[in-house]
């Protein structure tokens, strides 16, 4: 048996700050709102319907997760922002065009009162975005010294005992990792020096921070991926996690890619588009912001298939990712997968998936349950990088150097693990041997 792990309660209110008020916020803050008056159903989340096994398969002890470990309840949490745009969460909400009018009319009150903060903001890494709600200081550290008088002003305003950011914001541009990146005191200096290589999300996840708030990054840009960030969380024992939230197509991929794996299909091609007509399709128009995103969807079916172990299988496989921006479909993106499959003897076979999805509601629940799981990991004193979260991800951030899990249900084992191992409670590896040898 593991040692219970101390964790401080979960009382009080819990401010949620959001970089970026549009389609996945609005949906996860009305969708919150919705669950806690009782009139939605959070569907998708593990923290709110999810259910874990304890101790043997034969005690049956399943306990829902939200009375296993001790969350923040949807009745303490309070929600704000920042955004380029004035829009309040109500006026987002009806623009990005998720949920249902009638829906939105029940909270209306509510999402009224969710103002966005004026953004920290850098056209040249949103190229398809204008701004007129943003800060207009001197120097980047300038910004975040502003970003944390925002934080500590709302923390008072709203009576938060406890916060949480995570960065729902446009993707940016495609930036490597620099020299300024790699330690705090050269990160600091490139702050008070404006360096160009600084991205906005880098200026909020170093604010939240210094700010001691967990930080997660639901895009794919860098953001609190950069040694420099992941040094300032462990000095300051906060954690972080990222990125780029795991829905739509590479949601699908994480699913049916270990299945194929698991029963050595072998895969000469994997062709993946989608066309999207919201906000988020808009600015990955743009080749710059497209490549971040790219390289964080290409990335998962490699790791998963590991060419290298079974190069017969997966050496030769031609992965391609495309995104069309296509302003009829709004929010519902619809995605085509065509994969060109292999097995006994090297004879050929087709899989097609064709998944009309829509990009916010998948998101939503990640949001909540990564918002609600990072805070318990600070109650619990866990610092610096949350692997144990890669299951919302698709790109999970890990230490330099160590290979992520991309496998969803790898993934959901180590998340299951990672409560169990809080909560005191065995961990369980399937091995099940046990059952029979008791047998004998
Ligand atoms: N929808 C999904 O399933 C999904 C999945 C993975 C990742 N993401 C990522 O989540 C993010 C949000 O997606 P969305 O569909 O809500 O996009 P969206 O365009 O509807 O919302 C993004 C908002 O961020 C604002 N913004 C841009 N730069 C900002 C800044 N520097 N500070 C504050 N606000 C800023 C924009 O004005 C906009 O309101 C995107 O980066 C997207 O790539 C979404």
Known sequence: MNLKKNIQKANGKLGILIPGLGAVSTTFIAGTLA????????????????????????????????????????NDLVFGGWDITPDNAWEAATNAGVLDTELLVRL????????????????????NLDGEHVKHEKTKMDSAKALMLDIEQFKQKNGCDRMVMVWCASTEVYVEQQEIHQDLDKFEKALRDNHPAIAPSMIYAYAAIQSGIPFINGAPNLSCDIPAIVELAN?????IAGKDFKTGQTLMKTILGPGLKTRLIGIDGWFSTNILGNRDGKVLDDADSFKTKEVSKLSVLESILEAELYPELYKEMYHKVRINYYPPKGDDKESWDNIDIFGWLGYKMQIKVNFLCKDSILAAPVVLDLVLFIDLAHRAQMKGIQEWLSFYFKSPQTLQGLPPIHDIFQQKIKLENTLRHLMGEKLINHLGLDYYEEEQ
């Open 35 to 74: 669950a806690r008056k009782g009139i939605g159903q959070p569907i998708g989340s593990i923290t709110q319907m999810g259910r874990i096994r304890l101790g043997k398969r034969t005690e049956n002890r399943n306990p829902a997760i939200r009375d296993f470990v001790p969350l923040a309840s949807l």
């Open 235 to 239: 000095k300051l024992k906060v954690p």
């Open 108 to 127: 209306k009150d509510e999402l009224e009162a969710i103002r966005p903060m004026k953004a920290v903001f850098d056209h040249s890494f949103v190229k």
